[in-house]
């Protein structure tokens, strides 16, 4: 199994779970986080004050997959939340070793 | 169909009892008056002359009840929420608290003394004990006439008066507030607004307002003859130019310079928290200055309108300028440069609202808005804190308005100086008197405040500690939270 973690822009996160539904992703978590890449932030001004906003507010969305659909599944995410722009987000993939639903004790793929 | 009609005729018998319940007393009312028609006698001129005096003493009174309201209003939801918004969200509470109490603080030192010292008596240099503790203000029983009598203050009753200058006496150190936010203690506030208020307010009011060294005499300036205790002719001040924004701009500098800047100026990040409220308050502000500045006149009439609509265009162009300079120099305009416009345009207007015309008005607004903008861009090049630009745009804004006053201030909207001109456009020289005045305000809130917050300072201390400035002044002040939910 595999986990997908996606940092992408708020307002491209119906269209990542729109799309992930219909590749029958049967489930996902969000988190709102802050965070910066490699273009730092940005600036805002108040009253001619400049202030450095380094942690960009974005949401993370996680995954949890049967390794065979890894692939399926990060396309599905890159083409739904690209716009093109600097600040589109990262996709990061990890082993996960197990997974259990709490309800009736299923492991591995079961449970997903 | 059955229950229909039942409810029409319910409706019905309703509508009739309520005619006769409305139509029974009137004509219990008018019944006597044909019983009587033979033995009334045709009303006199000098009935007719006391129903119309009593006709314009409450149109005037009205007015001015309502002006108290809207300038009240600029308090506390206003400047509440226009500096709660501007603050951190853990100081979120003790900025709209400063707004809160002061409004019950300056209100009981009003009545007990404030009246008195700002508007009692003819001395040039400070009111004396006439109106202590409401006497002379509040209504009180003539034993000769045998009835409840009301001192009046011009065309309304003084306790209208004392009210509307009251509202006045409470905005102007909330309005100080802006430049020590985030770090003075709330006892230190507390004192510092007492004295601030008797000791610079109400001579600065009794000197402008109530007859003083500053007060504009135009029987005086109309004929150089005639002796007056004003300075250089004294000032055109027509709702708190001097008395309010420059007092409380130029002291909130000065506090701002003696605090020294918050913790972590410069590099932590100290953005408004809530720019929503920000907003929301600017425009509750720009409502109440409707009071603020119509409400100057004392009276409803035509200079009421004339100030009104000054006014209003002065913060329309004032919005629209700031806006347009953070356009052109930036490249976005900003909701809080809208909002600091319109507050901008309103304070220039202010000590002019009276004496100008509505294009002068638009003129006025539109440099204030333009000029506050680059002045509060500043204070980072010269390294003081003022923490919500209670200078930037109270202390420059004022002061613009009081000079702009001198020159485009003219008799078309108030002869106060038996017809003689008075701004620099029409060929006056009212000026003087406000480059003079503007000095003399500079001065002596410079002084004065300097000396108040080192007496404060040696009694409570001025500003909380590290670790409270830290968490925020509202848990460690206060004891509470703005924002249990988020």
């Known amino acids: 199994m595999k986990k997908i973690e996606a940092i992408v822009r708020h307002y491209k996160l119906e269209d990542v779970k729109n799309a992930l539904s219909e590749q029958g992703v049967s489930g996902m978590t969000i988190t709102e986080v802050r965070g910066f890449g490699r273009q730092k932030g940005h600036t805002e001004m108040y009253r001619g004050t400049e202030y450095a906003v380094d942690f960009v507010p974005k949401v993370k969305v996680e995954v949890v997959i049967d390794d065979d659909r890894l692939q399926m599944v990060v396309d599905t995410i890159l083409k739904a939340a690209q716009t093109g722009q600097i600040g589109d987000g990262k996709v990061f993939v990890s082993e996960l070793t197990e997974t259990i639903r709490i309800r009736t004790g299923e492991t591995g793929g079961e449970a997903l | ?486």
Request: proline share 3%.
């Open chain 2, 1 to 486: 169909m059955m229950a229909w009609w039942t409810h029409r005729r319910c409706l019905f018998s309703f509508l009739l009892l309520a005619f006769a319940a409305i139509a029974v007393p009137a004509f219990a009312q008018d019944a006597p008056a044909a019983d009587e028609g033979s033995t009334l006698e045709s009303p006199t001129l000098e009935s007719l002359a006391a129903g119309v005096d009593e006709a314009k003493l409450a149109g005037h009174n009205a007015w001015m009840l309502t002006s108290c309201a809207l300038v009240l209003f600029m308090t506390a939801p206003g400047l509440a929420m226009f500096y709660g918004g501007l603050v951190r969200k853990k100081n979120v509470l003790s900025v709209m608290m400063q707004c809160l109490f002061l409004m019950g603080l300056m209100t009981v030192l009003w009545s007990l003394y404030g009246y008195s010292l700002a508007f009692g008596g003819d001395n040039p240099y400070i009111g004396n004990g006439d109106y202590l503790f409401m006497n002379d203000v509040q209504q009180f029983w003539n034993e000769e006439t045998n009835s409840p009598e009301t001192p009046m203050e011009g065309v309304i009753p003084r306790l209208t008066h004392m009210l509307f200058q009251g509202m006045f006496f409470i905005i102007t150190p909330a309005l100080i507030c802006g430049a020590f936010a985030e770090r003075m203690k709330f006892s230190a506030m507390v004192l510092f607004s007492v004295l601030w208020g008797t000791l610079v307010y109400c001579p600065l009011c009794h000197w402008v307002w109530g007859g003083g060294i500053l007060a504009f005499d135009g029987k005086a300036y109309a004929n150089p003859d005639i002796a007056t205790a004003s300075w250089a002719g004294g000032a055109l001040d027509f709702a708190g130019g001097t008395v309010v924004h420059i007092s409380s701009g130029i002291s909130a500098l000065v506090c701002a310079i003696m605090l020294g800047r918050r913790s972590g100026w410069g590099h932590d990040d100290m953005r408004p928290h809530n720019l929503t409220y920000t907003a929301l308050g600017a425009a509750m502000l720009w409502v109440g200055w409707f009071g603020f500045n119509a409400g100057s006149e004392l009276a409803s009439d035509g200079l009421t309108s004339s100030a009104f609509a000054v006014t209003h265009f002065s913060a329309a162009a004032g919005a629209v300028a700031w806006s347009l300079y953070e356009w052109l120099t930036r490249g976005k305009p900003s909701v809080l440069g809208a909002a600091s416009g319109a507050v901008a345009g309103l304070v220039c207007i202010t000590p002019a609202a009276g004496f100008v015309q509505p294009m002068p008005a638009l003129a006025m607004g539109a440099v204030a808005g333009v000029v506050c903008a680059i002045a509060c861009g500043m204070k980072s090049k010269f390294g003081y804190d003022d923490a919500l630009d209670a200078f930037g745009v109270h202390g420059v804004g004022g002061t613009l308005g009081a000079i702009l006053t001198g020159v485009f201030a003219t008799r078309a909207c108030w002869d106060i100086a038996d017809g003689a001109k008075l701004g620099l456009i029409e060929g006056g020289s009212v000026l003087k008197g406000q480059i003079v005045a503007t000095l003399v305000t500079w001065v002596f809130s410079v002084v004065m405040t300097v000396v108040l917050l080192l007496i404060v300072k040696a009694i409570t201390g001025l500003r909380v500690d590290e670790e409270t400035e830290r968490r925020g002044l509202d848990i460690k002040e206060h004891e509470e939270e703005g924002y249990l939910l988020l």
